[in-house]
């Protein structure tokens, strides 16, 4: 068995087991995110075993590719301990703009300028970042009342409290 294909089923046994755990809370305002967010992940979780188990079923064993210098040079490249500090920075990043400007502020900004940095173009890119703007409120603000972090300088001006 492929280790992709044990990920999912650890997954799709964890995720059952969350909203299994989350149906019985008592309040729907802190049962209905874990729900939606584990029951999304168990239909996409089963979703992609099933197509991995009809590809292994349909699937020849697959031959050796032999890699030219030039891409052993690439996949050294893509895995270099630089590669995995650039992305930790980027993470790094995000948690210091939800600390400056706030939650929704934050996760626009900074869903912007990451898809504009990786090849997205702007405009994709600045749609991207308001919808998930939206999508983080409503989600998280209206459905559930949950109050979010309003940022350092929104409340240094006087704009949060």
Known sequence: MKGGVIILVVLILS???CLAV???YPFLQAKIMPMIVCGVILVLSVVELARDISRLNKAPAPKRMVLSDDDEEEVDR???????????AWMVGFFLIIYGVGFIAGIAA???VYAGVKNTKWP???GMGVTMAIVSYVLFAYLVNTELYPGIIPRALGLAE
Request: aromatic residues 8%; proline residues 0%; charged residues 15%.
């Open 78 to 88: 893509e895995t270099s301990a630089a590669a995995y500090l650039k992305e930790g």
């Open 124 to 126: 994709v890119a600045i």
């Open 110 to 112: 900074f869903t912007t």
């Open 15 to 17: 995720m059952a087991v």
């Open 22 to 24: 989350s149906a019985g």
